[in-house]
């Protein structure tokens, strides 16, 4: 059983940053390809970004690419997710996923495991 915790999240203005982290136990987290999702309010959770298992390999949404990068620390267990020019719009619960595989998915149905998520809240 793999236990995730995101944390993080916080209040910004638009334009700012913010580093979320997610840290993983209970699994070999090597063998996980990571994910990240976010739900704003009354709006269905969609994907943000994906991390392959060694972390080579990425992918993400159409809404954040070029502002948003996920990286990965085998090391430490963790996911990252570096979010830069924050706007209105990101305003969402953040959550960070896992699933055993080689692959990134885009739909959260692949994902087996997952974290209480992380609030990222960005004023205009």
């Known amino acids: 059983q793999v236990r995730i915790v995101e944390s993080g999240g916080g209040l910004v203005q638009a334009g700012a940053s913010l580093r979320l982290s997610c840290a993983a136990s209970?699994?070999?987290?090597?063998?996980?390809?990571m994910g990240w999702f976010r739900q704003a309010p009354g709006k269905e959770r969609e994907f943000v970004a994906g991390?392959?298992?060694?972390?080579?390999?990425?992918s993400y949404s159409d809404d954040i690419k070029g502002r948003f990068t996920i990286s990965r620390d085998n090391a430490k267990s963790a996911v990252y997710l570096q979010m830069t020019v924050l706007k209105p719009e990101d305003t969402a619960v953040y959550y960070c996923?896992?699933?055993?595989?080689?692959?990134?998915?885009?739909?959260?149905?692949?994902?087996?495991?997952w974290g209480k998520g992380t609030q990222v809240t960005v004023s205009s």
């Open positions: 209970g699994g070999t987290f090597s063998t996980y390809t």
């Open positions: 996923a896992a699933r055993a595989g080689a692959s990134i998915y885009y739909s959260g149905s692949a994902y087996a495991y």
């Open positions: 991390v392959s298992r060694s972390g080579s390999s990425t």
